[in-house]
């Protein structure tokens, strides 16, 4: 089975469009994280997110939300989608919002904005 | 500035030979991890290995081993005996564990081609 999964794989949408992306873990963990990877393979921290408390990078536009239903689910919203949000975007789950626990990640989302 | 360094934009290693990936860092929290994470062209991320900044001795994980020296900030990747499949994108990363949220901050990877 799966421990982290998201979808869609592939997402090719229109600018100014509204879109959300699932992830869902089986790991029974209590924390959730987004990433994105721009084109030149680079990976930044986007939110990250437990029962008690959501940490949002100060880069992220507000645009972007996350949305957890409970603890096994983190969608990533995205309203009015910009060209410069075409990326790869991973979710990524651990054990515990402290300590130093690996993190997994999801197959990753490629996110394609015309 | 740069919280995780990794110099090699990319390299070159002969198959069954082994290769060192650089990683420096820079933190001032005295309780921080360093990950390693591989990602093939499929483009899935792949933990590696895990080195905490209290642990004696060099993790090792199979053919992967950190080379960790605290003094010097750095935590560089050992892979021995490279195999055709190493040919990935490798990323260094740390959280520090007083970072809220304790995300993880990515270098900006090294990518390895073995070369048959």
Not at chain 1, 44 to 72: G, H, Q
Not at chain 2, 50 to 76: I, V
């Amino acid at each position: 089975d799966t421990a982290v999964s998201q979808t869609p794989k592939y997402l090719v949408t229109q600018m100014g469009n509204d879109k959300s992306i699932k992830c869902e873990q089986n790991l029974g963990h209590d924390t959730m994280y987004w990433y994105k990877q721009d084109s030149k393979k680079f990976l930044k921290i986007m939110f990250s997110y437990n029962n008690k408390e959501l940490i949002i990078n100060e880069t992220v536009p507000n645009r972007f939300s996350p949305k957890s239903p409970d603890k096994a689910h983190l969608n990533l919203h995205i309203n009015s989608l910009e060209l410069g949000d075409s990326a790869v975007y991973f979710c990524a789950s651990s054990q515990g919002a402290s300590g130093l626990y690996e993190q997994y990640f999801g197959p990753g989302t490629r996110l394609t904005v015309t | 500035a740069q919280k995780i360094t990794q110099t090699q934009p990319g390299m070159f290693v002969q198959e069954k030979e082994a290769v060192t990936l650089d990683c420096t860092y820079d933190t001032s929290d005295p309780s921080y991890g360093l990950f390693w994470y591989k990602q093939p062209s499929s483009g899935e991320m792949i933990f590696l290995i895990y080195q905490g900044s209290y642990d004696q001795q060099n993790a090792t994980e199979g053919r992967y081993s950190l080379n960790f020296q605290k003094a010097r900030k750095s935590a560089n990747l050992v892979i021995s005996a490279s195999q055709l499949g190493d040919s990935a994108m490798y990323f260094c990363a740390m959280r520090e564990e007083n970072n809220a949220g304790n995300m993880l901050t990515f270098g900006g990877g090294t990518r390895l081609m073995v070369k048959p």
